[in-house]
């Protein structure tokens, strides 16, 4: 059967919260397991999509928090499919502070490897992606570089 081709914006997602005060931390900035909890599960919608299915997290990294983020704040998430292997995907999400003018400031990029699963959790294949421009391009061979590096990692038993 031939393997079904996917577009990165068919299954891309922009989500908007705003930081409450059930999400600080006792220092009063955003909790950074909230945001990992939000970074998780809008990388596992739009594995979904891209999959057409089920999916589970294999793995999180360069989950590099760069600013905090205090209450009241809009908190913007972006996330997409940077790179697929025969039944992973890696899944950048960045993360960003926005002001009442739409200005954005970073303050977390994660890369997130999830695999499709069948209804027995068993990997199944994924769709590939159509790469459209060259910053798609670029992003899927540094995806490249990170799957060696998570392979050599997991090798080395980090
Ligand atoms: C993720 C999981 C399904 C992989 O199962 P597996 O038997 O190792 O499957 P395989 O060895 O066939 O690997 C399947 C794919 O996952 C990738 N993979 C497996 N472990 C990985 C890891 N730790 N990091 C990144 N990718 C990983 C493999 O590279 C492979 O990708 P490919 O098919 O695109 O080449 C299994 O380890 C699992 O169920 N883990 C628990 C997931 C979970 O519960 N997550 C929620 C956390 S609370």
């Given at each position: 059967?031939?393997?079904?081709?996917?577009?990165?914006?068919?299954?891309?997602?922009?989500?908007?919260?705003?930081?409450?005060?059930?999400?600080?931390?006792?220092?009063?900035?955003?909790?950074?397991?909230?945001?990992?909890?939000?970074?998780?599960?809008?990388?596992?919608?739009?594995?979904?999509?891209?999959?057409?299915?089920?999916?589970?997290?294999?793995?999180?990294?360069?989950?590099?928090?760069?600013?905090?983020?205090?209450?009241?704040?809009?908190?913007?998430?972006?996330?997409?499919?940077?790179?697929?292997?025969?039944?992973?995907?890696?899944?950048?999400?960045?993360?960003?502070?926005?002001?009442?003018?739409?200005?954005?400031?970073?303050?977390?990029?994660?890369?997130?490897?999830?695999v499709?699963?069948?209804s027995?959790?068993?990997?199944?294949?994924?769709?590939?992606?159509?790469?459209?421009?060259?910053?798609?391009?670029?992003?899927?061979?540094?995806?490249?570089?990170?799957?060696?590096?998570r392979?050599?990692?997991?090798?080395?038993?980090?």
């Amino acid at each position: 059967m031939e393997q079904e081709v996917k577009r990165i914006s068919d299954s891309m997602i922009e989500h908007i919260y705003q930081v409450r005060p059930e999400h600080l931390n006792a220092a009063g900035r955003l909790f950074g397991g909230q945001l990992m909890e939000w970074i998780d599960e809008i990388a596992g919608l739009v594995g979904m999509r891209h999959s057409n299915g089920n999916i589970t997290t294999a793995s999180v990294d360069n989950l590099r928090f760069i600013r905090g983020a205090y209450q009241n704040d809009l908190i913007v998430l972006m996330a997409k499919v940077t790179y697929v292997g025969n039944t992973s995907m890696e899944i950048r999400v960045d993360t960003y502070v926005e002001d009442f003018q739409g200005t954005r400031k970073p303050i977390n990029r994660a890369y997130l490897t999830l695999v499709a699963v069948d209804s027995n959790d068993v990997p199944r294949k994924v769709p590939t992606i159509l790469l459209e421009t060259e910053g798609e391009k670029a992003e899927w061979e540094a995806a490249k570089r990170r799957k060696e590096l998570r392979i050599q990692r997991q090798k080395e038993g980090f």
